[in-house]
């Protein structure tokens, strides 16, 4: 199974996008404790949302969507009640 999720920065209120093989659950775990470079400076970071797909490729697609096309993350945060 792979993910594509949203994260939001506690300290800042940033969002951050991103695709995993792993669970969601434990890629979670590696942002909480610093363990990845781009969130490691926005401490403390909550899961705000995630997609299931069963192949790479549509996940990688939807990541890409997401942070390339602003209609389509503008969309998402409208559903989740961010804008």
Known sequence: MYHVYLLQSEKDQGFYIDFTTRTVEQRLVEHQHGLVDSTKHRQPVKLVYYEAYENETMARKREL??????????????RLGYK
Do not use: D, H, I, V
Request: proline fraction near 0%.
């Open 65 to 78: 969507e997401l942070k390339r096309f602003a209609s389509s993350y503008q969309g998402l945060m409208k």
